[in-house]
């Protein structure tokens, strides 16, 4: 198929009629950043991505989760290489998953303190379905977001798995639950429907 240029500087333009949106998802990475032997690193997923958008304006790029833990390198740096290599790649969402739990969740917050020094995913968080010892959502995980591409607004609707809080330690869970995906499916959709006219 026909290639359209390509810049990880592109800016959106609110008049580019875009016809379909293209959706690239990325999970279970693991902390994998270069390829060897059997396993693909993430250093080809933006090779990958590049070489196959038909148009630059309609790319929507979600990583779903198991993307830090793994690998002795991202380990020793806790995920900080993967943050990296996700901003590089422009992603606009980054839905928790059950191994972002590994190191505890404070050692994931720090990917949103605002302090550059220690790294800062430049996307979202996503987790509607998380909350606290409190029964609260942490402030700093999003239920969902909006990203503009072209003249489309896309939501982008976060949840990890029912029933996954057997999958992580007790320690590593650190006090946090998981509410019913179905629920937060029902209230977060009309939300971006209704309120946010995606």
């Given at each position: 198929?026909?290639?359209?240029?390509?810049?990880?500087?592109?800016e959106?333009?609110?008049?580019?009629?875009?016809?379909?949106?293209?959706?690239?998802?990325?999970?279970?990475t693991?902390g994998?950043?270069?390829?060897?032997?059997?396993?693909?690193?993430?250093a080809?997923?933006k090779?990958c991505?590049?070489?196959?958008?038909e148009?630059?304006?309609?790319?929507?790029?979600?990583a779903?989760?198991?993307?830090?833990?793994?690998t002795a390198?991202?380990?020793?740096?806790?995920?900080?290489?993967?943050?990296?290599?996700?901003?590089?790649?422009h992603?606009?969402?980054?839905?928790?998953?059950n191994?972002?739990?590994?190191w505890?969740l404070?050692?994931?917050?720090?990917?949103?303190d605002g302090?550059?020094?220690?790294?800062?995913?430049?996307?979202?968080?996503l987790?509607?379905?998380?909350?606290?010892k409190?029964?609260?959502?942490?402030?700093?995980i999003?239920?969902?977001?909006?990203?503009?591409?072209?003249?489309?607004k896309?939501?982008?609707?976060?949840?990890?798995?029912?029933?996954?809080e057997?999958?992580?330690?007790?320690?590593?869970?650190?006090?946090?639950?998981?509410?019913?995906?179905f629920?937060?499916?029902?209230?977060y959709?009309?939300?971006?429907?209704?309120?946010?006219?995606?």
């Amino acid at each position: 198929r026909s290639k359209i240029s390509y810049s990880n500087k592109l800016e959106n333009d609110p008049n580019h009629d875009v016809d379909s949106i293209e959706i690239f998802q990325l999970n279970d990475t693991h902390g994998a950043y270069y390829t060897e032997d059997d396993v693909t690193g993430i250093a080809h997923v933006k090779t990958c991505i590049n070489q196959n958008i038909e148009d630059p304006y309609s790319v929507v790029k979600i990583a779903n989760g198991d993307m830090l833990q793994g690998t002795a390198f991202s380990n020793m740096l806790l995920g900080e290489p993967g943050i990296v290599a996700l901003n590089e790649m422009h992603f606009d969402a980054f839905t928790i998953g059950n191994h972002e739990f590994d190191w505890s969740l404070d050692n994931l917050k720090v990917y949103k303190d605002g302090d550059l020094s220690n790294g800062e995913l430049n996307c979202p968080f996503l987790g509607a379905n998380i909350i606290d010892k409190d029964g609260k959502r942490p402030d700093w995980i999003e239920p969902y977001t909006v990203v503009e591409k072209g003249n489309v607004k896309v939501g982008i609707l976060g949840l990890i798995g029912d029933g996954l809080e057997s999958s992580i330690s007790k320690v590593a869970l650190g006090g946090y639950s998981f509410t019913s995906t179905f629920d937060a499916v029902d209230k977060y959709t009309k939300i971006l429907k209704e309120e946010e006219k995606v």
